[in-house]
């Protein structure tokens, strides 16, 4: 079954919206698998983001999600790559349409809430990077 990694980055927790972005995936129909509350390291904050290590916001990325705490998540299903994706919305709050998470909540690029895998390969490695295989729940819902 298709996996992908999701955080609630440190603006989503500040600003109370746990709850409210774990309701959207739930409802959705997904499958929660893993779940944990941390404060990111350097060294993860800079293995997660080494795909954009030469772009010039970079530092601006590790210091960011460094700076609270985060909600890191894998969830399951069919699509859930991609179909996260759209409940996030695009990159950039202010163009990402109403009803996804950014755009009813976010207005700014550099505190866009929630990061979510973009690709299968992608998800493999950050599920990988974020969470132990032992740390991961293997269930199914009663449906
Ligand atoms: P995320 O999904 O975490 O993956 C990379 C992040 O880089 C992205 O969300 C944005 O928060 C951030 N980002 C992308 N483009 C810019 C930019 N031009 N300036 C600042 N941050 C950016």
């Known amino acids: 079954m298709e996996r992908t990694f ?9 600003r109370k919206l746990v709850g409210e972005i774990i309701r959207r995936f739930e409802t959705k129909g ?28 970079f530092g ?3 210091e960011f999600i460094t700076s609270g705490p985060v909600v890191a998540m894998v969830w399951e299903g069919d699509g859930v790559i991609a179909s996260a994706r759209k409940i996030i919305g695009a990159t950039n709050p202010l163009s990402a349409e109403p009803g996804t998470i950014r755009g009813d909540f976010g207005v700014n690029i550099g505190r866009n809430l929630i990061h979510g895998s973009d ?11 974020w969470f132990k295989d032992e740390e991961l729940v293997n269930w199914q819902p009663h449906l």
């Open 6 to 14: 999701l955080a609630i980055k440190p603006d989503g927790v500040q």
């Open 30 to 57: 997904f499958t929660l698998v893993g779940l944990k509350f941390l404060q990111v390291s350097r060294e993860l904050a800079e293995q997660h983001y080494d795909v954009h290590r030469e772009r010039p916001f």
């Open 60 to 62: 601006s990325l590790v």
């Open 119 to 129: 690709a299968p390969e992608t998800a493999q490695r950050e599920v990988a990077l």
